[in-house]
């Protein structure tokens, strides 16, 4: 502080002289040459330093000619700091914001959310107004328990990984001939290693040849849990009634879902080429 009182001091001096200008720089110049002084390496300057020159940058305008141990920047930002703390200050001395919730209030609503899950924030919130407590609908959000959402229903992905050893698919594709004649594959396929379990051919395929095939394809101690088809009008009442009397399960794809039944689908392209086609043109 003996700097400052010291330039102060010479100021006052310096007032009954005509050239106000060259005596507030010899001033400053001063005042630094006492900061100096004080410190062995780097200057260290004190709030009560920062408040000098704050001050004397708003009473004379050659302050920045003067000014030597910092940059006239600094002496910028620590009058903005100056203005920053003053009104930080004030704003600090009156109640500002919404009054605080009682820790009861939030408890209570934390109750009520978490033993009445179905309940929303505007239910909770007349609730808690027909107790004669009046809060904000976002004071009970920010409170409330979150709701858990339930886990997502199994898909159809699920369903394939759960059950491959127990499924089995059968689809119907065909395969043309030299001699014009178009014949009906019927293709029964293990989903676990993708094994050919039973495969025949006809010419006219109806509901009780297709059934008899599922019948010669598994016999009654190993007849699969589920069976995968699709919605095709030759699985008819006496096919569903000759499965469902071995015990299987059908599972029917959906109508706008062709890959469901993907398995089957790809043995369309592979298997009339190495084994169908060179039988058929034998003939």
């Not at 959402?149 to 759960?162: A, H, M, S």
Request: glycine share 4%.
């Amino acid at each position: 502080m003996l700097p400052i009182f010291s330039a102060l001091l010479s100021y006052l001096s310096s007032l009954v002289f005509p050239d106000k200008s060259l005596h507030l720089k010899l001033l400053a110049l001063e005042h630094q040459l006492a900061v100096y002084k004080r410190s062995a390496s780097r200057p260290r300057l004190h709030p009560s330093d920062r408040l000098f020159w704050a001050w004397i940058s708003r009473h004379w305008s050659g302050w920045q000619e003067a000014l030597v141990f910092v940059q006239p920047a600094t002496v910028i930002a620590w009058q903005r700091k100056r203005f920053r703390d003053h009104w930080s200050r004030l704003s600090r001395r009156g109640k500002a914001g919404r009054p605080p919730i009682s820790k009861e209030v939030r408890d209570l609503i934390r109750r009520i959310s978490q033993a009445n899950p179905m309940w929303g924030s505007p239910r909770i919130l007349g609730e808690l107004r027909k107790l004669g407590i009046e809060v904000a609908k976002s004071t009970v959000e920010k409170y409330r328990v979150p709701q858990q959402k339930p886990p997502p229903l199994p898909g159809w992905k699920t369903f394939l990984r759960n059950h491959v050893r127990d499924l089995v698919s059968l689809d119907f594709f065909v395969v043309a001939t030299v001699k014009h004649k178009v014949l009906f594959v019927l293709l029964i396929l293990a989903h676990d290693r993708r094994r050919v379990v039973h495969v025949n051919v006809t010419e006219h395929p109806t509901a009780q040849w297709t059934a008899q095939q599922v019948v010669e394809a598994f016999p009654w101690d190993e007849a699969p849990r589920y069976l995968l088809r699709d919605r095709d009008c030759i699985y008819g009442t006496a096919f569903q009634k000759r499965v469902y009397g071995m015990g299987i399960e059908e599972v029917l794809t959906g109508t706008t879902f062709p890959l469901a039944k993907s398995f089957c689908g790809t043995a369309h392209r592979e298997y009339p080429a190495r084994v169908f086609r060179p039988c058929y043109r034998a003939q």
